[in-house]
Nanobody, 120 residues
Framework: QVQLVESGGGWVQAGGSLRLSCAVSGASFSRWCLRWFRQAPGKEREMVAGIQPGRTYVTDSVKGRFTVSLDSAKTTLYLQMNSLKPEDTAMYYC???????????????WGQGTQVTVSS
């Protein structure tokens, strides 16, 4: 059974840094599509960053500040967040899609989320 468990959220002042971790288990994730999403109160969930074989990407609003990576054992997904802004405040979720359904929403597995709060 695929499981994703996030950690590393918390409170930080604007300009600070946090590193989120997502422990993945239950499959061989070397070719899976792994992503970070976030959802702020009253807003729609948005994709923040992703990693899949041969490619990493981040959304424009965090480009130059956030970095996504996967450890060499392919068991922990990271999101390094620098120069944090109050508008980065949200619940952050990691998500995983199998290789044959990288963009299929109903095939996506989700973690429980970790809260990030950035104060001005």
């Amino acid at each position: 059974q695929v499981q994703l468990v996030e950690s590393g959220g918390g409170w930080v002042q604007a300009g600070g840094s946090l590193r989120l971790s997502c422990a993945v288990s239950g499959a061989s994730f070397s070719r899976w599509c792994l992503r970070w999403f976030r959802q702020a109160p009253g807003k729609e969930r948005e994709m923040v960053a992703g990693i899949q074989p041969g490619r990493t990407y981040v959304t424009d609003s965090v480009k130059g500040r956030f970095t996504v990576s996967l450890d060499s054992a392919k068991t922990t997904l990271y999101l390094q967040m620098n120069s944090l802004k109050p508008e980065d405040t949200a619940m952050y979720y990691c998500a995983a899609n199998p290789p044959d359904a990288c963009y299929v929403d109903f095939r996506r597995f989700w973690g429980q989320g970790t809260q990030v709060t950035v104060s001005s």
